[in-house]
């Protein structure tokens, strides 16, 4: 079965950085896009970054964009999201998350929903 | 980018209760909008695809409709396990947006 398990989270000052890792098994890692997502206490879910199936393509939110990195490693099965100059605003749960389909244009955008989910990480940031 | 907006925030209905909720786009996104179940402390779960389609494994008293900006899930016959946080989400392009969410209680 798909699963997907997020490390890397902790507490870390502003300005600081950190690295979340997600450990994917059960299904063709190599074949689909990944996605990080995060959700801030009490709040709702927010898009974080996504990463085509051969890393060829990566998107990011405007709120992260110049700070966070995705990555991916498809001999290791796994998806990385380096994450620098850490605001208190950054403090979350952060999920990763596959696509439902494969990936058949990488110059076309893939339009999958979400199927699997890690349990996610938690990152806080606090002085 | 794309808004996406959901109403309501929250709602609280009986068992077996029928239960609407809904999305808008701020553009059209084809088909391409799908709904989310979070229960407290768990990742989120995909429940619906593509407005209508249901992900293996999820009950049919869930059904999703609308089309172009406008979009619903309903809960037919609502049941205890059916309390969490819904989300729409669109997948048109990037980013690929969340509503705000709605969360379900039971009375």
């Known amino acids: 079965q798909v699963q997907l398990v997020e490390s890397g989270g902790g507490v870390v000052q502003p300005g600081r950085s950190l690295r979340l890792s997600c450990a994917a098994s059960g299904f063709t890692f190599s074949s689909y896009d990944m996605h990080w997502v995060r959700q801030a206490p009490g709040k709702g879910l927010e898009w974080v970054a996504h990463i085509l199936y051969d890393g060829s393509y990566k998107y990011y939110a405007d709120s992260v964009r110049g700070r966070f990195t995705i990555s991916r490693d498809n001999s290791k099965n796994t998806l990385d999201l380096q994450v620098n100059s850490l605001r208190p605003e950054d403090t979350a749960v952060y999920y990763c998350a596959k696509d439902r389909t494969m990936h058949i244009r990488p110059i076309d955008y893939n339009r999958a929903p979400l199927d699997f989910w890690g349990q996610g990480t938690l990152v806080t940031v606090s002085s | 980018d794309i808004q996406m907006t959901q109403s309501p925030s929250s709602l609280s209905a009986s068992v077996g209760d029928r239960v609407t909720i809904t999305c808008r786009a701020s553009?059209?996104?084809?088909?391409?909008l799908n709904w989310y179940q979070q229960k407290p402390g768990r990742a989120p779960e995909l429940l619906i695809y593509s407005v209508s389609s249901l992900q293996s494994g999820v009950p049919s008293r869930f059904s999703g409709s609308g089309s172009g900006t406008d979009f619903t899930l309903t809960i037919t016959n609502l049941q205890p396990e059916d309390s969490a946080t819904y989300f729409c989400?669109?997948?048109?392009?990037?980013?690929?947006?969340f509503g705000g969410g709605t969360k379900v209680g039971i009375k």
């Open positions: 989400q669109h997948s048109y392009t990037t980013p690929p947006t």
């Open positions: 553009q059209t996104i084809d088909n391409y």
